[in-house]
């Protein structure tokens, strides 16, 4: 995925170039700064001493040295003034300049910190947010995969609230919880069942108790005749032309809507060369229901189209559907929300 949020010490990121948040004097004194100058060894401090001055939101690039990278790139972030000297401009710089070099030199892969998160006093409320929408705002016109590496849970603070929120979702007793059932069938709930009557939520139909056949015994009496030929031909679309028929109705470039997916190019170029074998993993399905804006009942049937689905059964899914549910499809919000609850992120 193009942009990825990852526990992981910057310092052995194996990527064309880390990012170092530093000082003008781009001298190691603390934090990742310490921590890449360590790693890196003497020859990057000699190195430096020829670049500096660095100002501030600016970017300068050096050899790797002793890291598994490839390059250095360093900036010079802000240090926290209750906002009212430049602060989230001069960090917006900090990530954009730095974006911009890697651009220049070819790149494919950089990694960032948290810039000015530490000692710097960046409000940890803010950082990872703000980082996220600056970095995505930028991915949107280029091609390029970004690690934000968060070192530990003292870098950042998740939304309380939210999360607050979303545990109790998770927490929820499962037949309080709404049935996620097959678009193509009724909702159970929907259904006035009478108490002798059973629910099949397989496949989220009731089964009347009259002898009229069941839908699955219907489908089969249908099915027992067929050649498999003609079986064959009734199949529904694959995941990659259901795809397809959805982006066409949304009106949104291919373009668009990998990047809102959080999908690099070469994922969806697999998916356009292999329509009728491409298996995404179920983080690229909902990633693109998520871009595509669909409804829990339009993501189940995008979702069984590469033989998936939404259960209550696991915590990534019942993440999926309180974002869903509420029409929240941000989905770096949501890939905050899965990092916060140690979970896989959307994209590919």
């Known amino acids: 995925m193009p942009l990825q949020i990852i526990r992981q010490d910057i310092t052995k990121m194996k990527v064309d170039a880390i990012i170092n948040t530093t000082n003008k004097k781009m001298i190691g004194y603390s934090g990742v700064d310490y921590a890449v100058h360590t790693a890196a060894g003497p020859e990057l401090d000699s190195f430096c001493e020829k670049l500096t001055p660095l100002g501030l939101g600016t970017a300068k690039i050096t050899p790797a040295f002793n890291l598994p990278c490839r390059y250095i790139i360093h900036t ?17 710089s900090c990530y954009m300049e730095s974006l911009k070099l ?19 006093g960046y409000p940890k409320d803010k950082v990872l947010k703000f980082a996220i929408q600056v970095i995505t705002e930028f991915l949107f016109d280029h091609e390029l995969t970004v690690y934000l590496c968060v070192y530990d849970r003292t870098s950042y603070e998740f939304s309380r609230e939210l999360f607050e929120d979303i545990r109790d979702f998770i927490g929820e007793d499962k037949t309080e919880m709404q049935p996620i059932c097959s678009p193509r069938f009724a909702r159970c709930e929907s259904m006035a ?27 089969y009496n ?44 070469k994922t969806f170029s697999k998916i356009k060369c292999n329509p009728d074998t491409y298996k995404p993993s179920k983080q690229t399905a909902v990633a693109f229901a998520i871009a595509l804006q669909l409804d829990l009942d339009e993501t189940q049937d995008l979702l069984a189209s590469a033989g998936l689905t939404l259960s209550q059964s696991f915590v990534f899914d019942k993440i999926i559907c309180y974002f869903i549910q509420r029409e929240i499809y941000d989905i770096f919000m949501i890939n905050e929300a899965l990092f916060e609850f140690d979970q896989v992120l959307l994209g590919c």
């Not at 430049?86 to 917006?92: A, C, N, R, V, Y």
């Not at 890697?102 to 990694?111: P, Y």
């Open 222 to 265: 249908s099915a027992k005749d067929m050649s498999i030929d003609e079986y064959m031909k009734k199949m529904d679309k694959s995941f990659a032309y259901k795809l397809f028929d959805l982006i066409d109705e949304s009106g949104m470039t291919d373009v668009e809507c990998y990047k809102k997916a959080n999908v690099d190019k």
């Open 193 to 219: 069942l009478a108490e002798e009557d059973i629910c099949d939520c397989s496949v989220g139909m009731p089964l009347a108790s009259a002898p009229a056949p069941s839908p699955k015994e219907r489908r």
């Open 76 to 92: 010079s972030g802000p240090v926290w003034h209750g906002g009212l000297q430049g602060e989230s401009i001069i960090l917006k």
């Open 102 to 120: 890697a651009v220049e030199h070819g790149f494919d892969s950089v990694a960032f910190p948290l810039i000015s998160s530490g000692a710097y």
